[in-house]
């Protein structure tokens, strides 16, 4: 189902980039479009992960590279990964004091996980194991190859729609062009791209954090560090974060209120909560971990 959701949002977006080339200089515009679109779905493909863990700026959590971190983290996500059958993620350590993490890749057997240095100072070692397993949780569901897809393109489209601003509409004596498909793409490219990074997130974050719990073999640890992100989040938002990669995150990494939460890509921290304090309880299969 992931990949024809994938499949669906390359076409989608390709669309709107066809669409833009048009509307912005016409036949010409449809042509340089064209290639862009081949050359974005390829890149989508295969790079977005590497784009989005080099936007900001991931270092590698190795013995040799990091090794404070690598001690700490790596056992908990080796646990986690032999508990849930998946393949050993390469981790990475993010250089910012925001509380937050995403995992990326095309599949599990390509996946990263990337932890901010807040967060390892912000939680204990359960909460960051609720934390690790929610996104571990977007591996084994492989929601982080349409995740990471939708980052790039719709970065992509947003710079395509500023670039409309310079360049909108072309020659005046060009007819195919007009000043108004600019207008129309700074307009709607930023608007289409953070409604379907809504659209594919929201649901996936209750698995996730289904997962989590499932995985951990309790809700608690995960309802604890959300309530820490929640609050850490707001006294310190990652100011350099890319909207386009905001729904990676496990939380929405800047300040809510306003625009930003008309376009938030997560449910509400809240909402998340109640749901996980309902699956206390053996009714919910929560007895998978072996400690």
Do not use: C
Not at 13 to 42: C, D, Q, T
Not at 190 to 199: D, K, N, V
Not at 221 to 236: N, S, T
């Amino acid at each position: 189902m992931n990949g024809v959701k994938t499949a669906m949002l390359l076409g989608l977006l390709s669309a709107l980039l066809l669409f833009g080339g048009v509307m912005i200089a016409g036949r010409s515009g449809l042509e340089i479009a064209l290639v862009l679109a081949v050359v974005m779905n390829f890149t989508s493909y295969f790079f977005s992960d590497k784009i989005a863990l080099a936007t900001y700026s991931a270092q590698p959590v190795t013995p040799e590279e990091n090794p404070e971190v690598y001690r700490r983290v790596y056992p908990l996500v080796q646990s986690l990964v032999q508990r849930m059958s998946l393949p050993m993620p390469k981790l990475w350590l993010i250089p910012d004091a925001s509380p937050n993490a995403f995992a990326t890749g095309r599949n599990p057997e390509h996946a990263s996980v990337a932890f901010t240095a807040g967060i390892l100072q912000l939680m204990n070692d359960r909460e960051l194991e609720g934390v690790v397993a929610h996104e571990l949780g977007h591996v084994l569901h492989r929601d982080i190859l349409t995740s990471s897809i939708a980052a790039t393109l719709a970065a992509a489209i947003t710079h395509l729609a500023y670039m409309a601003m310079w360049f909108g509409g072309g020659r005046r004596d060009d007819r195919e062009g007009s000043p108004w498909g600019g207008l129309l793409m700074i307009i709607l490219a930023p608007m289409a791209a953070g409604l379907i990074q809504m659209a594919i997130s929201r649901s996936r974050e209750y698995d996730a954090d289904a997962a989590s719990a499932k995985y951990t073999g309790s809700p608690d640890g995960l309802i604890a560090g959300l309530r820490k992100l929640e609050i850490g989040v707001a006294r310190v938002p990652m100011e350099d974060a890319s909207p386009a990669t905001a729904h990676m995150f496990i939380l929405n990494p800047f300040r809510n209120g306003g625009m930003t939460r008309l376009f938030s890509t997560h449910p509400s921290t809240e909402d998340r909560i109640a749901r996980l304090e309902a699956m206390r309880g053996d009714a919910y299969g929560l007895s998978v971990q072996s400690r």
